[in-house]
């Protein structure tokens, strides 16, 4: 039966999100478990039906096929290189929508000025980040890749970028030791040593650290995007083991808007939707569990479908802001016996309680919109006397005794991440950051630049920020303005910017 | 490999909007033709991709086979009976949402106010309307049933009433014959003779007058629900051969409020997002063709999700509308440059024209938000020099000879109907009207009422489309107020409605 | 001193909704009484601090006083001619707004279609409606004019009205014997007998129709704006005292929605904040009783500006429709105790009642947004125990025992009238559909029309309606889309309309 | 003729935003102008109509008036004393809005906290800043106050502060020799030293640094809460004449949050209507210059209320949100041929130009809602070819030579300043913020705390502009969640706050 595209997309998504025991873990492991399995070690005992997952295996053990590209090509490890026509379509549509990053690309072409950068990149393995690895590759780097996260790749796109050239090590499914042993595979190759590391989490950081300790303190730089790796990198400078100049990509204010406020808005909608097709959000009753960015943009999406809001918020000046935007701000006690839906934003630890759950109304929905995989106390779920129904994919009805049933989402994992997927075009402003960052690193290098001599965690200069902003900008046909001289002078704002202090956020 | 459900569930939906040309059409179809087959004739001949529509069939006629129930019943032709269990589930789902229907059942359950209603039904046979007829049949009538559109039955859940003993003639991809067939099969029965229909387009009103004269006379009354079959209704009114009366459940508020305003707000968001997963709708310019309840329904919420939104109008009082809600009002070719989303909502012809199409700007994304096949002229794009691909499933892009592609959703049909679907709340609305009119209708026969003896179009009265509206505001856990007898006195409004003029619609 | 006219405007605006006591009433007012004092006869008694009203007066009454324009033309009675020149910036300010009226006086300026009309009109003076009387007179028609509430009369616009030659019998602030004073004036004019009227409730139909029977009966016919009006003249209909065709404003879409919605939804948040200055309506919590057109456009605009509200209904139609829309639909009782701002907009009788009241917590604001005087039980706080402040022009603060502090707004009465103003663009919407009726009427007569025979009421058709919308629409630069040849015939719609049903409303 | 309290107070905010030559002016000023005619001395020479403003004066110099209050004290000089009590009446009124600060006085009134402090004021005086006034003396502070601003202090208000003994030395319309002779009043005062500064824009700060440097190295601490004051701050600091340390009041997110995204939301709506009543928002296009706070929040509620809005934007980041947030983002040319109103709010000059305004359309309105005044480049229109007519307070009409006519209102100036208010609650928030920074510069002297030995310049700690927040929460009912013990220790955060980090803003 042919399936679309579309719906392999999703299911590998879904699946992304879920993680796998693996009986035997080698012995850097025990230290340094990826980050994709630290965080909820927990609850990992999941749901019977997470045993189907792997039903698009074949049995033969990815890493002992023999593979080779048409070209004869071999060194790489994907599922199955063959798949490559598929994921080039992808690379391809993913491509219009990355704008942003394709003008850069164009712009720095000729100059090649990554020339003589060889990275070693850990991401997950997607056709928009293709489109960040070729262009990498086409401004003159040596690239070794593999991914961030057990869960995270896309095999066609893999096969694609293994089919041009590509040294990919990383397939869906990969078992904790693959994962381990892709990353060895980016390090170990004789005639070629790093010098830069893109990382996604700090696993690629942590393993060169401490496998490859010549490697690492010859680093020219370290690019990070994820609030996991930051904190790991910091950690590391504390410790006066972080050698080199790292950016952190996470606090950039485009990045940050777009990956959480605009986002959210458009996926909490989407991905609900898609869990629930016969959801109305007409007269819902909801309550957001945290009015940060992602609540923010929840709330903004969910009101505008005609849903009364309810937040909960520790901070006072994020309650505030929700009393101005004109939600109640309440205790989830007050109103979990007649809300319709819970969404659980905060990104802190059992915040949606099974008390809370006891007290719900028939087919009230839980679900989760923030990383935190412990949000929604799911393990208090697991218990004798409630039920639990796999309804269809990321949907639970858990029955309590007396009848009263409980509808839960992506088994309270992110509903984001596991039901609908990041436009390219977000994406594509945090590659574009990230390429930039590298030139930023790389330059540095061969300047005696503000990082050549410094072990210390950036943040991407502010006209960086704007730069990026602005190559997105084209996307949306938008005109700037441009200051005159005196209105220069006046406000003591230079032509091209930076326009803003380093830390201004609205 | 296991689908989910859902996937199927969309799938069929999808297919239900296409057409399927029959080579032989017996002489009746030939003055009568379905409804479903005759708006939009011109189209019919749809792109190749159409060709994969009968992957499901195995073969087999499904009027051929020979199927019996669990209790050896058998006065019925269905796909395959033994699917009712995954329809049997379908049903309960639905039934949840359905809480003013179900609420209207308990209340009139003991005095089976419709014993000795004889009903022909002819309307898509989804899980919703499943749970219509089985509350009728709770309610005392005798029914025989058949789909109303030759993709609009889901076979499991035709499987689910006739495996309760429903005589149910429907199937998912029925020819024009087979259509015609499963009307007959419902009116010719020995020993049983309709003395009511419930029709949602006119066939089985028509079938009926034509077919069966004396029947059709001696009807106590006929309820219809499109404005197609209302549009019919007039001219047989018209033409004196409206012999019994009828009621237009079409023009009621609650109907017009849930199925267009409130329905479309929600499904263009999901609609265009199944479609294209990678779509972003912040700063997406959109020009929205139609300021009908349909378009003012979509406008609200893609703008609410952060697109510019203009809109096209030929009724200078909708225009009005649009300023005064902020939409700027501009003519097509005006915008068709630099708009992303053409959004076709008017109903009528050719709105969106191939030299609109020449102009738009590449990757730009062209749909349907109306039921009018050819809003969008398709048929003008299945020309040489432009190349089709399909992308995924209601996904095409066309590619001009110089390379600017267009994005076609749906091929041009409703994206509601293909690629979302009307949540089960809002059918419930729509159920609850039916069943309240078939019940007038009936009462009114029994006793010498208003109805008796009068060949005539009604509404249904205000106070039972109030009485709807009621019975669903317990979904929402809302409180009306009650007027005091001072305030009845002072206003001249009783007690408990009608509180508005029978053609009060804001 | 010098008080800015913007003032003295909303001062007269102000009191124009105030109710005066006169001790002294002919006889033809103790059977009818005029409107404007009907409604809410139990309330005048008003606080006291409306004593002060009668400010601007200097002890000779205005009937009494000789006055004549720069032309040496007596025929009018106002405050005081020489306040033209005032009147008559504020009419040209206004005209600049009315573009709709401007542009079908420009077409229809030629060819004087009024010409023989001798029109009585009854309305509020103001400047947009001089406008429309100075529109009348240049299509040909002979006018005489006077007011249809004691309050609703600009003096330098009636001045100004006067000074160009307009015989214009009203002032505010007028006795009740000065109202029937005025009127009179305008129907008994030596060789002059009116064919039309024009009226706003009713009082100069019933005045003539009771007075000058041989008038009344010789009438081409009557076009009423208010609901009172039409209300009055169905009771002339139901007894067959309606001996002339009349034409019903009231019904019209483009009037309905711009009285009511479009105009609500600015003039509420501008009503309260020119009463409470220092009001922030970000994070209040507001009831708004009743969600009908008024309702909807107060909510929309309350909660753009970050307010929760909350809903009371009796119609579960519009309480569905306000749950849809997301606000909570409850008993008044529900929520008095924490709501911050109470707004009645049902149209009916004590809808906030004292026991309410008396839970409202400290500072809480009440207030009107309908025109039923008595909507908020005002009398039911003019008792012993609770102390009264007026606090500033249309604010009081009334004091319970305890201390609690409620505010009560405009003593009542609908804020809108009392605190801010309709602007002229409504009102342009208003006139020119008045205009049109007229012409309709008019043009009736001298053919064998439709109207020339027929006692009734009719609704403006369908096809007017739509045009005054366009007449408008030029204001905002929108740009109609005219249907295809064959779209007209494929929808059936005629190319320049009507392009909806006569009843089609939304 | 007894004119109402709030259209007095509506004037004087009017004033207050104009400027006023003086003939004199001593040798201090030479140096040293005053903040508030220092911004944009060109444009003073104003138009015609300010000549009325002096209409309430007397003729008497106000420092000649020999005054006391009703105790016999009189160390102040304010306008007349008698006044007090309108002035207490405002007090009061403002007082019930400060929650937030209320409380906290509440909260501190035993300890006397402030109790040794000697406290300079420079800021306006106004019923809100009375609130404040008197709450430092509750808590122990001895005061001396003048005005930032030779037109920002409310006359009553004054005299109330007076009346119970405060030594305030302030009154509207102050000449320039006036402004310095009330602040040397304020530090020169036999037996009385100050150890504390709280200023808006620099002014005492400088006169004491210069003038009485002595007392300027002993202080304990200076609180400035104006851009313009910490800009000059930040020059003393440079200079190293900064001896003292300084808390910066305006980088605090609450402060900045309501002092204009939400503040401006509803300002924008309220200060146009005041100027035009007659106009309509609906269908209105508008332009606002910059998408900063100030943009964000007008942009925002004209939108919801019916207006089609543009923007401009130098900063590309900026741009993107008005993007994503549905605006369309242009040059200013680009629209300006038909915007109906063009808002200018980016704090530069010259953004708007006559270039720019020769293209408007007929009866377009240009107005500012910075606190640049010079950001539409008025001085352009005054040449001779251009005729100016005001309309009515803060309404000009400035005509081409072709007729057509421009809007300008409050002649270029703020648009929230010249024609609404700041809520009391608004001013809560920073008056709050300024009493803990108070407290805590004093608190940190008595203590060997960080800012005892510091000259620098300080923002407030994140956990007390939490603290600030949560004062103000009360006022809106909302329920505070607080972080169990495992979550503090899984998120890393403490219990009662700080929650984000110090440059946290979203």
């Given at each position: 039966?042919?399936?679309?595209?579309e719906?392999?997309?999703?299911?590998?998504?879904?699946?992304?999100?879920?993680?796998?025991k693996s009986?035997?873990?080698p012995?850097?492991?025990n230290s340094y478990?990826p980050?994709?399995?630290?965080t909820?070690?927990?609850?990992?005992?999941?749901?019977?039906s997470?045993?189907?997952?792997?039903?698009?295996d074949?049995?033969?053990p990815?890493r002992s096929?023999?593979?080779?590209?048409?070209?004869?090509?071999s060194?790489?490890?994907?599922?199955d290189?063959?798949l490559?026509?598929?994921g080039?379509?992808e690379?391809?549509?993913?491509?219009q929508?990355?704008?942003?990053?394709?003008?850069?690309?164009?712009?720095?072409?000729?100059?090649?000025?990554?020339r003589?950068?060889?990275?070693?990149?850990?991401?997950?393995?997607t056709?928009?980040?293709a489109?960040?690895?070729?262009?990498?590759g086409?401004?003159?780097?040596?690239?070794?890749?593999?991914?961030?996260n057990?869960?995270?790749?896309?095999?066609?796109?893999?096969?694609a970028?293994?089919?041009?050239?590509?040294?990919?090590?990383?397939?869906?499914?990969?078992?904790v030791?693959?994962f381990?042993?892709c990353?060895?595979?980016?390090?170990?190759?004789?005639n070629?040593?790093?010098n830069m590391?893109m990382?996604?989490?700090?696993?690629a950081?942590?393993?060169?650290?401490?496998k490859?300790?010549?490697?690492?303190?010859?680093l020219?730089?370290?690019?990070e995007e994820?609030a996991?790796?930051?904190?790991?990198?910091?950690k590391l400078?504390?410790g006066?083991?972080?050698?080199?100049?790292?950016?952190?990509?996470?606090?950039?204010?485009?990045?940050g808007?777009?990956?959480?406020?605009?986002?959210?808005?458009?996926?909490?909608?989407?991905?609900?939707k898609?869990?629930?097709?016969?959801?109305?959000f007409g007269g819902?009753?909801?309550?957001?569990c945290?009015?940060g960015?992602?609540?923010?943009?929840?709330?903004?999406?969910?009101?505008?479908l005609?849903?009364?809001?309810?937040?909960t918020e520790?901070d006072?000046?994020?309650?505030?802001?929700?009393?101005m935007?004109?939600?109640?701000?309440?205790k989830?006690?007050?109103?979990?016996?007649?809300?319709?839906?819970?969404?659980?934003?905060?990104?802190n630890?059992n915040?949606?309680?099974?008390?809370?759950?006891d007290?719900?109304?028939?087919?009230?929905i839980v679900?989760?919109?923030?990383?935190?995989?412990?949000?929604?106390?799911?393990?208090?779920l697991?218990?004798e006397?409630l039920?639990?129904?796999r309804?269809?994919?990321?949907?639970?009805?858990?029955?309590?005794?007396?009848?009263?049933?409980?509808?839960?989402l992506?088994?309270?994992h992110?509903i984001?991440h596991?039901?609908?997927?990041?436009?390219s075009?977000?994406?594509?402003?945090?590659a574009?950051?990230?390429l930039?960052?590298?030139?930023?690193l790389?330059?540095?290098?061969?300047a005696s630049?503000?990082?050549?001599?410094?072990?210390?965690?950036?943040?991407l200069?502010?006209?960086m920020?704007e730069?990026v902003?602005?190559?997105?900008?084209?996307?949306?046909?938008?005109?700037l303005?441009?200051?005159?001289?005196?209105?220069?002078k006046?406000?003591?704002?230079?032509?091209?910017g930076?326009?803003?202090?380093?830390?201004?956020?609205y």
């Open positions: 039966m042919s399936t679309s595209k719906f392999i997309a999703n299911k590998e998504l879904i699946d992304s999100s879920r993680e796998k009986p035997s873990t012995s850097f492991k478990r980050r994709s399995m630290s909820c070690s927990t609850d990992t005992s999941s749901c019977s997470s045993a189907s997952l792997s039903e698009d074949d049995g033969t990815v096929r023999k593979q080779q590209n048409s070209s004869g090509f060194d790489f490890c994907v599922k290189v063959r490559n026509v598929y080039r379509r690379i391809d549509l993913a491509e929508e990355m704008t942003g990053l394709i003008a850069l690309k164009k712009q720095t072409l000729d100059s090649k000025p990554l003589g950068a060889r990275i070693v990149g850990c991401t997950p393995i056709a928009p980040t489109v960040l690895i070729e262009t990498l086409a401004l003159g780097a040596e690239l070794r890749w593999c991914a961030c057990i869960y995270s790749t896309q095999n066609e796109v893999a096969a970028l293994a089919e041009v050239g590509f040294s990919i090590y990383a397939w869906r499914g990969e078992s030791d693959d381990w042993y990353i060895e595979k980016c390090f170990s190759c004789s070629w040593t790093p590391i990382d996604d989490g700090g696993d950081t942590h393993f060169c650290q401490s490859y300790p010549q490697v690492f303190k010859n020219i730089g370290i690019v994820s996991t790796g930051i904190h790991r990198l910091y400078l504390r006066e083991k972080l050698l080199v100049p790292a950016i952190n990509i996470q606090g950039c204010v485009t990045k808007q777009f990956d959480t406020r605009y986002s959210c808005r458009e996926s909490v909608i989407v991905s609900l898609k869990c629930m097709s016969d959801l109305m819902k009753q909801v309550v957001l945290g009015y960015e992602v609540g923010k943009g929840c709330c903004q999406s969910l009101r505008s005609g849903c009364t809001v309810y937040v520790i006072p000046i994020c309650a505030l802001q929700a009393c935007d004109g939600f109640r701000v309440v989830l006690n007050e109103v979990i016996r007649h809300v319709d839906i819970v969404i659980a934003a905060t990104g630890k915040v949606v309680t099974r008390e809370h759950m007290k719900m109304k028939n087919m009230g679900c989760c919109m923030s990383s935190c995989h412990n949000e929604i106390d799911v393990q208090s697991k218990s006397e039920k639990w129904e309804i269809r994919s990321n949907v639970d009805h858990v029955r309590w005794p007396d009848g009263k049933t409980m509808v839960l992506a088994s309270g992110h984001q596991s039901c609908s997927s990041v436009p075009f977000v994406t594509s402003i945090t574009t950051t990230q930039l960052a590298l030139m930023e790389f330059k540095g290098a061969s630049g503000q990082y050549k001599n410094g072990a210390d965690i950036y943040m200069p502010k006209k920020d730069y902003a602005n190559l997105h900008l084209q996307a949306f046909d938008a005109h303005t441009e200051l005159t001289e005196e209105q220069c006046y406000s003591g704002l230079p032509k091209h930076p326009f803003k202090s380093n830390h201004y956020r």
